[in-house]
């Protein structure tokens, strides 16, 4: 066979492979038998082996997995992945509707489709191939999946059809019940620990290193949103788009409805209440969308979630079981957490074991006694909670619970703060799970990303004295790690998951690890280095305000309550905790050291200087190609300039920053508020620039 031929041929069975798979798993109609599809597949493996030249990242042999991915690489989202607001009752499904109707003041019409119980993930297409799979991560970034979904077959390699040259779609990854079941009983013969659930499963499939394991778990996939820039110019509701990406080769459920009323709403809603059980897959509730994208466009988003959709969540399954006995846990802060041992009960698909009780105010309400038959739900479908008793099977002669008066690890005397219901353990620097507590935080993938510090390890350093603060993990040598091992107990917070033991132990390999991943962390930036030093009410969005606002820790150390709470978004508890933690000498401390192992103490150095904020104030809507610019740049110059970029134009907008092919409704609307358009020269005439990005150092 000549390259020619070869290439033809790998061209005709490649195109022919991919429809014979539209036609299995989206249509569900097959064409030919699984012997025929699986020697046309050998065929082209075959061939692509020996005329490698031709093999295609999209080619229909990728599905089988064989790639090895050693780090999944966290990739900046184009467009953000936001949450849904939860609503419970019909009252708030209503409250809902009127928000949205007297924001727009016209009729709405709602797109009720499933909310899958899987994993979202965030699909890039150019020129109709698949170049990217990204997770939801923490909504801002995510990890490169790419490997591992190629092997998904409900996800298409390669578009047909006119599809745009550049969008991604947001889907949900799920492990339909048939795939779950046959894990958990090779796992169960095995002797592996079983999946709690198919949520877990999928999340835990996903990010396994072998993808040939994850072809194995056939795992399955649901798109249900488009997105692109100028989405709202291409089609006018969000049910259009999912038609047209159906015809391109995407999975969409056919489990929707266009609805009008709060009655065709919830007649939706009741009836998939009643039938998810008859699923092959897990739904959690429904999802609510506004269907026109113009009414999206014109109701915009929260920080967190899109004004135009919500989910209504199933009331979750109840079941009554016994409550044996009470642990009281003790957190990085010194709460304590009294924790319900269970008689073992299935709830929601899972064995449930443990339940948390929140704090004493708990336990007083419900009058607990141990033996007693206590009602038990998931709260959020996740974390188990009693949320009743059955006093008519009390038994005669049961002790109440009553919540310890001293710490269950240290001994030593709680105490309460006032206006608290919490109890806490004062002894901070004595108190083994605070002291594990907060150094497995500071390790933690939002703060230090120490990787290779995990589950067991901190604990093992713990016990050998080696590491009492975060300080001391950089005063780690390979000479005190290598050797190190003990076999120690993994039990999941709530036990979901059974009881296993496992073995850690630092040998040459792990042990160069950790001082690597230690001498990685002093890159990471001021921000997030001062959300890991685990102040307490000081988050991640909270650590990036008092970081920007202050720029080094000096100036946080140096800085009062009253200047603190001046800052927007810092009230008078952030301050408080702030101070108290600085006023400790021991934390100070541990500062100056973490200063002289090398951290980041003080915010990079801005592209633009405070002086230059000629943006304050000013509101931008972007839309359209630029020239010297990619849209996410263009929007971070807008913001190195002290100017804030919204989604949608309204009355409030001050300029819209146009390039080529901007959305013609938009200009339209522009025009329409006399809202000024302005181009992209005319922008860097406002921000003092007239040479390319990169000569300006700004940020693209």
Known sequence: MTKEEARQRIAALSEELEQHNYNYYILAKPTISDYEFDMKLEELARLEKEFPEYLSPASPTQRVGGGITKEFKSVKHRYPMLSLANS???????????????????????????????????????????????TRGDGAQGDD????????????????????????????????????????????????????????????????????????????????????????????????????????????????????????????????????????????????????????????????????????????????????????????????????????????GTTVKRATLNNEDFIRQFDLHYGDTVNVVKGGEIIPKIIGVNLDKRQEGARPVVFVKTCPICGTPLVQNEGEAAWYCPNSSGCSPQIRGRIEHFIGRKAMNIESLGEGKVELLYEEGLVRNVADLYDLTYDKLYGLEKVITIEDEFSLMPVATRKVSFKEKTAQNILDALEKSKSVPFERVLFALGIKFVGESVAKVLAKALHDIDHIIGASVEEMTEINEIGEKIALSVRNFFDDERNIDIVN?????????????????????????????????????????IKETIEAYGGKNVGSISGKTDYVLAGEKMGPEKRKKAESLGVPIITEAEFEAMIGVSHTPEENGLLF
């Not at 708030?92 to 797109?111: A, L, M, Q």
């Not at 609805?259 to 007649?267: G, L």
Request: aromatic residues 12%.
């Open 88 to 134: 419970y009752s019909r009252e708030e499904i209503g409250d809902f509707i009127s928000r949205i109707k007297k924001t727009i003041n016209e009729e709405v019409e709602f797109c009720c489709e499933l909310k899958f119980d899987g994993l979202s993930i965030s699909l890039q297409y150019e020129n109709g191939v698949l170049v990217r799979a990204v």
């Open 593 to 633: 050291r973490l200063k002289q192992a090398g951290l980041q103490f003080a915010m990079a150095e801005q592209a633009v200087s405070d002086k230059e904020q000629v943006l304050a104030g000013k509101s931008f809507v972007v839309s359209g190609v630029f020239q010297n610019y990619s849209r996410d740049g």
């Open 145 to 348: 999946v790419t490997t591992n979904v190629k092997t998904i077959h409900t996800v298409p390699l390669k578009l047909h059809g006119d599809y745009p040259e550049f969008f991604e779609m947001r889907g949900e990854i799920v492990m339909p019940f048939e795939s779950f079941n046959r894990l958990n009983e090779a796992r169960a013969e095995a002797g592996d620990e079983l999946f709690a659930n198919p949520r877990n499963a999928a999340a835990g499939t996903l990010k396994l290193q072998d993808s040939k394991e994850v072809a194995r778990r056939k795992l399955d996939n649901y798109c249900y949103y488009m997105m692109m820039d100028g989405l709202e110019d291409r089609y006018q509701t969000h049910y259009q788009s999912l038609q047209a990406a159906r015809k391109w080769g995407f999975n969409i459920s056919n489990f929707m409805a266009l609805c009008k009323t709060i009655d065709d709403i919830f007649e939706f809603i009741d009836y998939w209440d009643v039938k998810r059980h008859e699923l092959p897959f897990a739904i959690d509730g429904i999802v609510l969308k506004v269907n026109s994208y113009a009414q999206q466009q014109a109701l915009g988003f929260t920080a967190k979630s899109p004004k135009w959709a919500i989910a209504y969540k199933f009331k979750a399954e109840e079941v009554e079981t016994e409550l044996q006995s009470v642990d009281f846990q003790v957190g990085r802060h010194g709460t304590i957490t009294p924790v319900a041992n269970l008689a073992p009960v299935q709830l929601a």
